[in-house]
């Protein structure tokens, strides 16, 4: 039969053990966060690269003007849709404030008028 004070020593060494072990877990997921941030500088400096190099292509490439075709085709579409929208969304905003306006004077004449 293990005695009280042999079961609290193992017990103390199991938390230890426990204890040690965390750290080493946590000091492997630094590292391997390290890497990963290493790993998605590098993927970030060959992103840059390749865009400098698309950026010198469409700049020497006179071909094209310049565009990315579909793309730019896609982007000027999307611009137009939003310029649309904006112009209808205030239209709409003036057209209801026009119409609180006359609803407000309506009002107040009829509450004028009592």
Do not use: C, W, Y
Request: no cysteine; net charge negative; hydrophobic share 45%.
């Amino acid at each position: 039969m293990t005695s009280g004070r042999d079961a609290l020593s193992q017990i103390d060494g199991s938390i230890a053990a426990a204890r040690r072990a965390l750290a080493e877990a946590s000091d492997a997921a630094m590292t391997d966060a390290q890497t990963l941030a290493e790993l998605d500088q590098r993927e970030i400096g060959i992103f840059h690269g390749l865009a400098d190099i698309r950026l010198m292509h469409l700049q020497g490439d006179g071909a094209d003007g310049g565009s990315l075709g579909d793309v730019d085709l896609k982007a000027e579409a999307l611009i137009a849709v939003h310029e649309r929208t904006v112009a209808d969304l205030a239209a709409a905003r003036n057209d209801a404030a026009r119409t609180l306006e006359r609803l407000e004077s309506a009002r107040a004449e009829a509450e004028a008028d009592t």
